[in-house]
């Protein structure tokens, strides 16, 4: 599992280490002009074809909305830990246009080709709080016309990774003119498994990006589906993470106030229920529907004509959820 090939190569790649180096510690602004300035330290001499240069200037996050992870090797220049970063991959594409990967990562055909790989981080100033940048001096450019597009994954390696995003296609132009390609991708937010073996309500991408099971329903076995967990707000790995009634009490003229625990913006059912049978089953009805939360904990009203038919009560997402 070796390191993919890097885009600085040459005296670019000295060159662009250099360059980061001299600039001590920049602000984000100047990472707007790394492209330019280490476009000048490279400039072609007697002919020589120019680079193609690759860079982003916003952070790109991940499937969770976090920034991707990833700095500069020059880091340790400035007393900084290096860390690994998200892979980069710059791509052709035969026919213009852009094919869904395989759930390895790899392209499916060859209509899509990977050029060359690099990582989050790489290329760019050596500062974790810009993690989710990177840039790339591609020494060896791609002829005019040619088509090419970033994909990015949300971890350094194809076998960690559940997640990727890509970019606009872009037409490299005539190397005289030096035109960078800045890849337009908000998020590695495309599942590459879609995928539900487990019939859990979560598609394998996420079930690796979780941490569970996705061969098991009920990954920490407390009886509520992985989906359902993270439908709520509860933790799918921990069988004491339940949505449950946090508090009921009993108003004077008999009407029942139920608390529960509730994620902004979701929406409950609230449900009754009565014991069937001789083997502790239950048979539940809504009560309340759809009631959507406006808070983090969140209360209602069962009124007293209700409430005596109901030996127990259960709150749970809405089936439009």
């Known amino acids: 599992m070796g390191e993919p090939e890097k885009i600085l190569e040459s005296c670019c790649d000295e060159m662009v280490a ?30 020589q074809s120019v680079p193609q240069y690759i860079g982003v200037t916003e952070g790109i996050v991940d499937e969770f909305g976090e920034l991707l992870k990833g ?25 213009g246009s852009i ?26 100033l050596p500062d974790m709080s810009l993690s989710g940048i990177f840039g790339a001096a591609v020494v060896s450019r791609p002829p005019a016309s040619t088509e090419i597009f970033v994909r990015i994954f949300n971890a350094p390696y194809l076998e ?15 190397s005289g003119d030096n035109a960078p390609f800045v890849p337009l991708i908000e998020a590695t937010d ?3 498994d ?3 073996d487990d019939s859990d309500g979560l598609n394998n991408s996420w079930e690796k990006s979780y941490g569970s099971n996705p061969l098991e329903p009920d990954t920490d076995g407390d009886g509520v ?9 509860t933790d799918l790995l921990d069988d004491e993470s339940l949505l449950i009634v946090a508090d009921i009490s009993c108003t004077p003229n008999q009407n029942i106030v139920l608390l ?29 529907n759809a009631v959507v939360a406006t808070q983090t904990e969140m209360q209602v009203t069962i009124p007293a004509d209700v409430a005596p038919s109901c030996g127990m009560f259960r709150v749970q997402i809405s089936s439009a959820e």
């Open 194 to 196: 879609v995928n539900d």
């Open 71 to 95: 700095t500069d090797p020059a880091a340790y220049e400035f007393g900084m830990p290096v860390t690994e970063g998200a892979l980069v991959q710059i791509l052709k594409t035969l026919n």
């Open 99 to 124: 094919d869904v990967p395989g759930v390895n990562g790899l392209p499916i055909n060859l209509n899509n080709t990977v050029l060359y790989s690099t990582r989050i981080g790489i290329g760019a």
């Open 260 to 288: 529960w625990l509730a994620i902004e913006g979701t929406s409950y059912d609230i449900q009754c229920g009565q014991p069937v049978g001789y083997e502790g089953q239950v048979a539940y009805e809504d009560v309340i």
């Open 160 to 174: 960690d990774s559940s997640f990727y995003g890509n970019s606009q296609v872009y037409t490299v132009s005539n």
């Open 190 to 192: 495309q599942p590459l």
């Open 225 to 233: 589906s992985d989906g359902t967990e993270i439908a709520t707000g």
């Open 18 to 47: 250099d360059f980061l180096i001299g600039l001590g510690r920049p602000n984000k602004l100047l990472i707007v002009s790394w492209v330019v300035a280490v476009g000048a330290l490279c400039m072609p001499v007697y002919g």
